[in-house]
């Protein structure tokens, strides 16, 4: 039942992502081709403003993530509620770990004012007894609005049934009519250049001519209509339905329907159909007349006639199923007739067809392109290229060039670069780079904040901007022992949840987002530190309720998700013979089951002198022989001494202590620049020799202004850890790196 229950909530959201936008560009839509319909509507034929109105069903089969550098998408500002209504809302307030975070801001930004405290708990779960509990699952109002619009959809359905029913009993109870009405048809068919079978029948319960049936069409006149209309009349009224044949109009208005049927909750919808079954009308009024000639002016008055005798008929609407005239449009496409000069031409042409295919491209995408929006941030970047990140550099060297036969080069990137508010990091990422990592934005507090509610919008603008760099893209991090709200492991009450309620969340949240980037994110971090210093499985709350096998579930999970993509365990430590000997064990244990794993991330926030070249060296060695690629995954190198606060003192209001822990608020005296240029020079000599194990290094960051560990373990230091200074400047470090790499080649 609750798997039930899951599948309609998850199908839920995704209509509600879907119709919230839909519902306001099909809108804008409309309301744009009200405006054209009414500045055109003397100028133009009707033909043509037929055309613009097919664009409404067009854009009905679309998806609403269409976005193009000239559609009007570029200059809407919509709201944000209204479009990620589902999906996109900010964090709400909840405990990480203990920890409060507030509602307005993003989990990212929060994370940068956490006390080093409050990181170092974030980092090292609290370790409590955890009693098992069921939590009960419940209808979210996306599955509620689903099961709703299913009912409805449903019901709508069995009564178009009901009439097509009604209306193939009305043929049938019609006779065949031949003689002279069966000639008059012929030589309309002739005059109209209509080939292919239309039958001809006579109802005596049709109220009005009408053509029906979409293979075999019929026309359908009453009896009243034949024994009431001269011959001249009759052959009109004839051709106004051959019209219709002719235009297929039969099928656009099946497929009116059935969207009408689907979008039935959205009113410019209902408005659009109205208005393109009234422009229909006035299209096939043109084309009788233009057939007719000189004779054009007795057409008005034969629906004139027909509408006089028409009164007073009951009412049975066909319009759902054969195309039947209603009688004001009657009355107004009359007047409009009467009043305005005969047209000359009923047939889209060329030229118009292309200027209705222009306003296409031009009104359907209403998306505005991802890309773009950093561009329009307060940061003025050194943009050269509109539509992507690639920004001027220069630098003459590249990271991702000069190490293309070894391994791919990564940097991670953060929300404030994607939002716009640092756009200026970018402008060195697509030279200097072929890989990014998401610093936060991928974690589970800041994606999945809530129940069922999802928040993509950073990522989204994250994937594609690594696909127009054609950029090796990286997901990070599924399961972590750290940066998952308290509700995931409790139920509403607060008690823990037992092992089958947190698996369900855990394969509905990796199913969610792996799934949301499937084919489009390379390689996922799938579990982050699972394992202690000790070598021993960390107790974390995964492991407590789940049992040890969560990691192996995650790792299912993610490859049901995206069965293309590449999995890693990431860990830190990862130099110490216990670490890799458990996950060396780890490997193994997965790769026994049939679980895809591809590789190990190093995550290597490494110091000026430790752990040494010899000893990272084995490690990529121990690491490769369990059969799986290496990853330095996250390297950065501290130039600023080790502080513990357990052992060295508050540091707040102790100056000589602060000169101790943070010894270069200002700037990076010139030799320890040259210490890191060093130490980057010998890590990158051992990354060089083992290319073979290695698949990629990426930096955490892109510049030292960014770096994490300006704030851990302890906040207001300033470090030094990346290859950029804070101007986006090349260090001696990164000159380092590139002498390495020459020098090996
Ligand atoms: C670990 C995690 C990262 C990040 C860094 C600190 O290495 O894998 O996600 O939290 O710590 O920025």
């Not at 930004?109 to 007894?129: G, H, M, Y």
């Not at 007739?337 to 359907?364: D, E, W, Y």
Request: net charge positive.
């Amino acid at each position: 039942m609750s798997n039930v229950l899951e599948l309609i909530n998850s199908a839920g959201k995704g209509f509600v992502e879907f119709a919230w936008p839909m519902l306001w560009q099909s809108g804008m839509l409309v309301v744009i081709l009200l405006a054209a319909d009414y500045i055109l509507r003397r100028k133009v034929g009707a033909v043509f403003r037929y055309g613009l109105w097919m664009l409404v069903i067009v854009k009905l089969v679309l998806p609403t993530s269409l976005s193009s550098p000239v559609s009007i998408g570029q200059f809407m500002i919509v709201p944000a509620g209204l479009v990620k209504l589902a999906s996109h809302g900010k964090p709400q307030a909840g405990n990480i770990s203990g920890i409060r975070l507030s509602s307005d801001a993003t989990a990212e930004s929060q994370l940068n004012t956490l006390s080093a405290e409050q990181l170092a708990l974030l980092k090292r779960p609290v370790s409590s007894l955890i009693q098992s509990n069921e939590s009960s699952e419940i209808l979210t109002w996306q599955g509620g609005v689903l099961l709703l619009w299913l009912i409805v959809v449903g019901a709508m359905l069995l009564l178009l049934m009901q009439r097509v029913m009604f209306v193939r009993g009305l043929v049938r109870q019609s006779k065949e009519a031949g003689g002279e009405i069966r000639d008059t048809l012929e030589d309309c068919r002739k005059t109209m250049s209509i080939g292919g079978c239309v039958g001809l029948k006579e109802s005596p319960n049709a109220t009005s001519p009408a053509v029906c049936g979409l293979f075999r069409p019929v026309i359908l006149l009453p009896r009243w209509l034949t024994a009431n209309l001269d011959a001249g009349q009759f052959k009109i009224v004839l051709m106004h339905e051959l019209a219709h044949i002719r235009r297929s109009d039969l099928w656009v208005n099946l497929v009116q329907t059935l969207l009408q049927i689907v979008y039935f909750y959205n009113p410019f919808i209902w408005l659009a159909n109205w208005m393109i079954r009234r422009v229909r009308e006035q299209a096939v009024d043109e084309a009788v007349q233009v057939a007719l000639g000189e004779k054009s002016p007795h057409y008005p008055e034969t629906l004139l006639n027909i509408a006089r005798f028409a009164f007073g008929q009951p009412v049975l609407s066909m319009r759902s199923i054969g195309v039947v005239e209603s009688r004001s449009a009657l009355a107004g496409r009359i007047k409009k007739m009467l009043n305005g000069p005969a047209p000359k031409n009923a047939k889209l042409n060329l030229h118009g067809a292309l200027v209705v295919i222009l306003i296409g491209l031009l009104t359907l995408p209403m998306t505005r392109s991802i890309a773009e929006e950093p561009m329009r941030s307060t940061v003025t970047c050194k943009a050269t290229s509109k539509s992507t990140y690639l920004i001027a550099d220069s630098n003459q060297y590249s990271l991702k060039d000069i190490f293309k036969n070894d391994f791919r080069v990564g940097a991670a990137l953060n929300c404030y670069q994607l939002s716009g508010k640092d756009a200026n990091d970018l402008s060195v990422v697509p030279s200097q780079f072929n890989s990014i990592t998401p610093e936060h934005f991928l974690k589970w507090s800041y994606v999945h904040p809530e129940p069922g509610k999802y928040n993509f919008d950073m990522a989204d603008s994250y994937v594609t901007l690594g696909e127009k760099n054609k950029m090796f893209i990286v997901g990070h991090v599924l399961i972590a022992p750290y940066q998952i709200p308290d509700w995931v492991f409790q139920d509403d009450t607060g008690k823990t949840v037992s092992r089958e309620v947190l698996l369900k969340r855990m394969r509905e949240h990796i199913l969610t987002v792996v799934g949301r980037y499937k084919g489009r994110i390379n390689g996922w971090d799938v579990v982050n530190e699972a394992v202690g210093n000790d070598g021993q499985m960390l107790e974390t709350k995964w492991c407590k309720i789940i049992g040890r096998d969560y990691i192996q579930k995650a790792f299912e999970y993610a490859h049901e998700a995206d069965p293309n993509a590449e999995l890693y365990y990431n860990d830190y430590n990862v130099w110490s013979k216990k670490d890799i000997d458990s996950i060396v064990r780890l490997v193994g244990i997965l790769k026994a089951k049939g679980v895809r794993i591809d590789g190990i991330g190093m995550q290597a926030h490494w110091g000026l002198y430790s752990p040494s070249p010899d000893a990272i060296e084995s490690s990529i060695v121990a690491l490769s022989q369990s059969g799986v690629k290496v990853i330095i995954s996250e390297i950065d190198v501290s130039v600023l001494p080790c502080y513990d606060s357990s052992t060295d003192g508050d540091i707040k209001n102790d100056p000589a202590l602060q000169k101790k822990f943070n010894p270069y608020p200002d700037t990076l005296p010139a030799e320890v620049q040259e210490k890191l240029a060093k130490r980057y020079g010998e890590l990158f000599a051992v990354f060089h020799k083992h290319a073979d194990k290695i698949s990629r290094v990426t930096f955490w960051g892109v510049q030292d202004g960014q770096s994490w560990l300006n704030r851990w373990p302890i906040e207001g230091r300033a470090d030094y850890p990346l290859l950029f200074d804070r101007n986006l400047k090349s260090k001696p470090a990164y000159y380092a790196v590139i002498k390495t790499a020459q020098n090996n080649q």
